[in-house]
C-alpha cells in the first residue's frame, strides 16, 4: 500500500517538475492541474501546449496509468482485507465462546433479547440478514454472523453446536420453523425459543423441536390485563424484572462439586434470611414449589429464588463448581 501511493507522488511530482521545466511561463497550479488531466485521460480541450510538452505528456501518460491504476487496485485490496481481517477477527472470538446463547432475527424482538443479555453480560451472538442492522450490531460490539439464519452455514459460524440456547426471532413464522428445525438437528440438547405470530403454530413448533414457544402478542395481552386487574402483582414482577428496588427473581443452578451439595434448605437458609426459596427443581426433573427446609440440595438441582441482589449474588458464587471459584479466584 505504501509503496503503491509513493508511486503515484512520485509520478505526479515528476509530471508537474516537467511541465514547470518544458513550459518556462507555467506556475505550480497549471502545471499540477496538467498533470492531473494527464494522468486521468481527460483531455486538454481548447488548452494549447508546446510539442515538447506533447512529447512529455505522451511518456507521462504512459508511466502514469499504469501507476495509477496500480495504486488504485491496491487501496481496494487494502481495504477489503481491513474488512476480512476484522471479520476473521470476529469470528475466532466466535469460535472461542461455549455455553453462548444464538440470537436469530435482529427485529423488535430480537433487539429487546438482545439488550437483556448485553444488560446481564451474557455472551451472544447475532445472525442477522440485512446488512444494515448487522452493521448497527457490531456497532454496538456485539459479535455478527451476516447471513441468513435458515441456513446450516450461519449457525454453523454462529457457534450453534456449542451454544446453551437459541432464540429464533423472526418476523417470520416459516423462518422460524426452519430455524428450530436447523437447530434442532445440529444441536439436540440447545434450549430453543421460537417466537410465533399465529397462536395455532404452536403444536408445529414443538413437534419441530422448539423447547418454549412464545407469541409476542399474546404475551403482552397477559400484561396489560395483568397491569389492569391486579396492579399491584404487576409492580412487583415489573421492580423484580428491573432490579430498580435492589430485588429480584431468579434460578440459580447448583453446580457438581458446589459447596451445597448436601446441604439442606434450612441450613443455607438460616444464613441468607432474606432469600426466599420459591421452587426447587431436582435433577430428574421433579418440581417442589415452596420446598421444604430439609430437602437436600443435590449437583444438576436449580433453585428459584427471590431477594436482594447481594444475597443472590452470594448464593449464585456458592452454587459455583469448586473448579470454577479457583478459575474465577
Known amino acids: 500500500m505504501l509503496y503503491a501511493l509513493a508511486a503515484f507522488v512520485l509520478v505526479l511530482v515528476s509530471g508537474v517538475l516537467g511541465f514547470m521545466l518544458i513550459e518556462e511561463d507555467w506556475g505550480l497550479g497549471r502545471a499540477f492541474y496538467f498533470t492531473v488531466i494527464t494522468l486521468s485521460t481527460v483531455g486538454y480541450g481548447d488548452e494549447g501546449i508546446s510539442e515538447t510538452a506533447r512529447l512529455f505528456a505522451s511518456?507521462?501518460?504512459?508511466?502514469?496509468i499504469g501507476t495509477c491504476t496500480y495504486a488504485l487496485s491496491q487501496m481496494v485490496q487494502f481495504a477489503v482485507s481491513r474488512q476480512m481481517a476484522w471479520r476473521q477477527k470476529m469470528q475466532r472470538h466466535i469460535d472461542q465462546l461455549e455455553d453462548h446463547f444464538i440470537i436469530c432475527g435482529l427485529g423488535r424482538v430480537g433487539q429487546a433479547v438482545s439488550?437483556?443479555?448485553?444488560?446481564?453480560?451474557?455472551?451472544?451472538?447475532?445472525?442477522?440478514?440485512?446488512?444494515?442492522?448487522?452493521?448497527?450490531?457490531?456497532?454496538?460490539?456485539?459479535?455478527?454472523?451476516?447471513?441468513?439464519?435458515?441456513?446450516?452455514?450461519a449457525l454453523i459460524l454462529a457457534g450453534v453446536q456449542r451454544a446453551r440456547g437459541i432464540v429464533c426471532a423472526s418476523p417470520s413464522d416459516s423462518d422460524n420453523l426452519v430455524m428450530t428445525l436447523t437447530a434442532r438437528e445440529l444441536n439436540p440438547?440447545?434450549?430453543?425459543?421460537?417466537?410465533?405470530?399465529?397462536?395455532?403454530?404452536?403444536t408445529r413448533f414443538k413437534r419441530a423441536g422448539a423447547t418454549h414457544v412464545i407469541?409476542?402478542?399474546?404475551?403482552?395481552?397477559?400484561?396489560?390485563?395483568?397491569?389492569l386487574v391486579r396492579p399491584k402483582l404487576a409492580e412487583f414482577l415489573e421492580r423484580a424484572r428491573t432490579s430498580e428496588s435492589g430485588f429480584q427473581m431468579t434460578e440459580i443452578s447448583v453446580e457438581p462439586g458446589s459447596s451445597l451439595v448436601g446441604q439442606k434448605?434450612?441450613?443455607?437458609?438460616?444464613?441468607?434470611?432474606?432469600?426466599?426459596?420459591?421452587?426447587?427443581?431436582?435433577?430428574?426433573?421433579?418440581?417442589?414449589?415452596?420446598?421444604?427446609?430439609?430437602?437436600?440440595?443435590?449437583?444438576?438441582?436449580?433453585?428459584?429464588?427471590?431477594?436482594?441482589?447481594?444475597?443472590?449474588?452470594?448464593?449464585?458464587?456458592?452454587?459455583?463448581?469448586?473448579?470454577?471459584t479457583a478459575a474465577a479466584g
Open 265 to 324: 434448605i434450612a441450613e443455607f437458609g438460616a444464613k441468607e434470611p432474606t432469600l426466599t426459596f420459591v421452587a426447587l427443581q431436582k435433577s430428574d426433573g421433579q418440581t417442589h414449589v415452596r420446598p421444604r427446609a430439609n430437602d437436600t440440595l443435590g449437583g444438576g438441582d436449580v433453585l428459584i429464588v427471590a431477594g436482594e441482589l447481594d444475597a443472590i449474588a452470594r448464593m449464585a458464587e456458592r452454587c459455583r463448581g469448586l473448579t470454577a
Open 189 to 202: 440438547d440447545i434450549n430453543i425459543i421460537a417466537r410465533i405470530d399465529n397462536p395455532q403454530s404452536d
Open 215 to 227: 407469541s409476542p402478542a399474546m404475551i403482552s395481552g397477559h400484561d396489560i390485563a395483568t397491569m
Open 59 to 64: 511518456g507521462l501518460i504512459l508511466c502514469g
Open 115 to 153: 439488550d437483556q443479555f448485553t444488560e446481564a453480560a451474557m455472551p451472544v451472538v447475532v445472525v442477522e440478514q440485512s446488512a444494515e442492522r448487522a452493521e448497527w450490531a457490531r456497532n454496538e460490539g456485539q459479535l455478527v454472523v451476516e447471513g441468513s439464519a435458515t441456513e446450516d452455514e
